[in-house]
């Protein structure tokens, strides 16, 4: 097993000084590793694909938060509706409207984020900044009955260069800070963005969730 234990001791503790989430990253992990956390007291983890977040959720504690934070198709949002937690990857309406869709079938209110395009790869999903704000002011918000939109989430571009990743986290919290005004009752309290790479700069420019995999439970193998 390969939990790095001292290292989600130190995290908890430094993120829970500063108010900040700590999503264990999960995906590609056994079970027993996921247990492992749970039993510290871990009761966040984040999932990018759909099979998997459903057999987990069989076979691993009820009162686990599921967030799904990968891409999500349309056509799989009902696998997941009837336990996911949060939705961190919303970036699209047709996606908002089937999520709204099953949660009234499901009758819960899912929590969502929206996904902003922040990186200067093209390959990023996630609304613009305009997009995002015509979406907002649209009025449109307001016909999800069984959606809560609680903030939004971003990925930085892949890469070392802490200027651009500064650039890239300054607008996404400035786009956040935008965005509030959007929902005076004080529902758009998330701003999720920063990884194992960059999770200290994210917090220093204003992220209150971390989603954090390889630290916590060492490189990903995706080819088993
Ligand atoms: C995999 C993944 C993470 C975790 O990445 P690490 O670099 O392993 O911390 C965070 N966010 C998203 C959206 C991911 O897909």
């Given at each position: 097993?390969?939990?790095?234990?001292e290292f989600y001791q130190?995290?908890?503790?430094?993120?829970?000084?500063?108010?900040?989430?700590?999503?264990?990253?999960?995906?590609?992990?056994?079970?027993?590793?996921?247990?492992?956390?749970?039993?510290?007291?871990?009761?966040?983890?984040?999932?990018?694909?759909?099979?998997?977040?459903?057999?987990?959720?069989?076979?691993?504690?009820?009162?686990?938060?599921?967030?799904?934070?990968?891409?999500?198709?349309?056509?799989?949002?009902?696998?997941?509706?009837?336990?996911?937690?949060?939705?961190?990857?919303?970036?699209?309406?047709?996606?908002?409207?089937?999520?709204?869709?099953?949660?009234?079938?499901?009758?819960?209110?899912?929590?969502?984020?929206?996904?902003?395009?922040?990186?200067?790869?093209?390959?990023?999903?996630?609304?613009?900044?305009?997009?995002?704000?015509?979406?907002?002011?649209?009025?449109?918000?307001?016909?999800?009955?069984?959606?809560?939109?609680?903030?939004?989430?971003?990925?930085?571009?892949?890469?070392?260069?802490?200027?651009?990743?500064?650039?890239?986290?300054?607008?996404?919290?400035?786009?956040?800070?935008?965005?509030?005004?959007?929902?005076?009752?004080?529902?758009?309290?998330?701003?999720?963005?920063?990884?194992s790479s960059d999770y200290?700069?994210?917090?220093?420019?204003?992220?209150?969730?971390?989603?954090?995999?390889?630290?916590?439970?060492?490189?990903?193998?995706?080819?088993?």
């Amino acid at each position: 097993m390969a939990v790095n234990f001292e290292f989600y001791q130190s995290v908890t503790q430094v993120l829970a000084e500063n108010n900040v989430q700590l999503i264990a990253v999960s995906k590609t992990k056994p079970n027993e590793d996921l247990q492992a956390l749970y039993d510290l007291g871990q009761r966040a983890f984040g999932e990018n694909y759909v099979q998997e977040l459903v057999d987990k959720e069989a076979s691993l504690p009820k009162d686990i938060q599921w967030h799904f934070i990968g891409h999500l198709q349309s056509n799989k949002v009902k696998y997941i509706a009837p336990f996911v937690y949060m939705i961190h990857g919303v970036d699209s309406e047709k996606l908002l409207q089937e999520i709204n869709k099953q949660g009234v079938k499901q009758n819960r209110i899912i929590d969502c984020l929206l996904q902003v395009h922040i990186a200067s790869e093209e390959t990023k999903f996630g609304f613009d900044g305009p997009a995002l704000h015509e979406f907002l002011t649209s009025g449109k918000v307001a016909n999800y009955s069984n959606v809560r939109i609680r903030g939004l989430m971003g990925m930085a571009s892949f890469s070392e260069d802490q200027t651009l990743l500064t650039k890239e986290f300054t607008m996404l919290k400035s786009y956040f800070d935008n965005a509030s005004k959007a929902f005076p009752n004080g529902q758009f309290d998330t701003l999720s963005m920063g990884m194992s790479s960059d999770y200290k700069l994210a917090i220093s420019l204003g992220s209150n969730m971390v989603r954090i995999g390889s630290l916590l439970f060492g490189a990903r193998n995706y080819a088993k």
